[in-house]
């Protein structure tokens, strides 16, 4: 379908910078419908944090991640306040989550990283480079890393 006869067709196509929570959720919908048709079940992700307050009740470290049925485990930012970087915090959150992962059911995890972020961190716990796309946010790469965490 060309360009042309998209103005011909009685719909019509918008640019919408902040688009409305309800359109995101009917995409999202939509598309499980379609996993869902062609998988025959759900594959929709399942949220799974963890967060690390201190004796204030403030948070100051956490993982945020989403699993789904066929045993995957998506690792979508990890946070650990600047005073309480390098005590072991992040590392902890991960493996806690890895293991919290395994108990739900899944064999593998993967993430994302930008090059100046976190990559050696990732590697020292097991993980494996596997793609890279250069020049992704103002001139640093963004890294995707994989683990089996089931042998």
Not at 22 to 39: F, S
Request: aromatic share 10%; charged share 20%; with cysteine.
């Amino acid at each position: 379908m060309s360009h042309s006869d998209l103005q011909t067709r009685p719909f019509q196509i918008s640019c919408e910078d902040s688009p409305s929570h309800a359109d995101l959720e009917r995409i999202g919908d939509g598309l499980d419908e379609h996993n869902v048709a062609m998988v025959g079940s759900s594959t929709n992700n399942r949220p799974l944090a963890l967060v690390v307050r201190n004796e204030q009740a403030e948070l100051i470290a956490g993982i945020r991640a989403h699993y789904n049925i066929s045993g995957w485990l998506y690792i979508t930012g990890l946070w650990v306040n600047e005073q309480q970087r390098g005590q072991g915090i992040g590392r902890n959150l991960v493996t806690r989550l890895e293991q919290e992962a395994i108990k739900r059911g899944c064999k593998h995890c993967y993430l994302t990283t930008l090059a100046f972020q976190a990559p050696e961190f990732y590697r020292q716990l097991g993980y494996q480079q596997f793609a890279e796309l250069p020049e992704f946010h103002l001139g640093h790469s963004k890294l995707f890393f994989r683990k089996r965490l089931r042998q």
